[in-house]
C-alpha cells in the first residue's frame, strides 16, 4: 500500500488508472525479474562449490550415498545463501534509492472537485 500511495502521489486524479496500471505492471516484471536473477545466483554458486548439485542431490538420494547428498546438499545452501546475500543487497539498494529519488510531500485538497470530462 505505501508503495502504491508512493507511485500516484502526484499523479492528476484523471491519470491514476494510468498509473496504476503501470506499477502493477512494474511490480509483475520487477517480481519475474527478480526471481531470475536470484535463481541465476543461486545456481551459479550451487555449481561453483559442487557442478550440477541438484541433480547430484537426487543422484546420491537414489544411491542413498550420504557423503554425496551431504556435498550436494552443502553447495545448494550455499547457493541459496548467496541469493538471499545479494536479495538484502538488492533491498539496501533500493531502499537508498527511494529515500534519496523519492520526494513525495502532503497535497493540499482543493474545495472543489477536479472536473472529469468523459468521452
Given at each position: 500500500m505505501p508503495m502504491t500511495l508512493g507511485a500516484v502521489t502526484a499523479?492528476?486524479?484523471?491519470?491514476?488508472?494510468?498509473?496504476?496500471?503501470l506499477l502493477n505492471t512494474a511490480q509483475q516484471i520487477g517480481g519475474a525479474f527478480g526471481l531470475a536473477i536470484l535463481s541465476t545466483?543461486?545456481?551459479?554458486?550451487?555449481?561453483?562449490?559442487?557442478?550440477k548439485a541438484a541433480s547430484a542431490l537426487y543422484q546420491g538420494l537414489a544411491a542413498k550415498d550420504s557423503s554425496l547428498i551431504t556435498k550436494a546438499s552443502d553447495a545448494l545452501t550455499?547457493?541459496?545463501?548467496?541469493?538471499?546475500?545479494?536479495?538484502?543487497a538488492m533491498f539496501l539498494a533500493a531502499l537508498a534509492v527511494t529515500t534519496t529519488a523519492v520526494n513525495a510531500?502532503?497535497?493540499?485538497?482543493s474545495q472543489n472537485p477536479p472536473t472529469i470530462h468523459l468521452g
Open positions: 499523479v492528476q486524479h484523471h491519470e491514476t488508472g494510468i498509473a496504476s496500471a545466483i543461486s545456481t551459479f554458486a550451487a555449481n561453483d562449490q559442487l557442478p550455499h547457493g541459496y545463501s548467496m541469493a538471499f546475500t545479494a536479495a538484502g510531500r502532503k497535497q493540499q485538497h
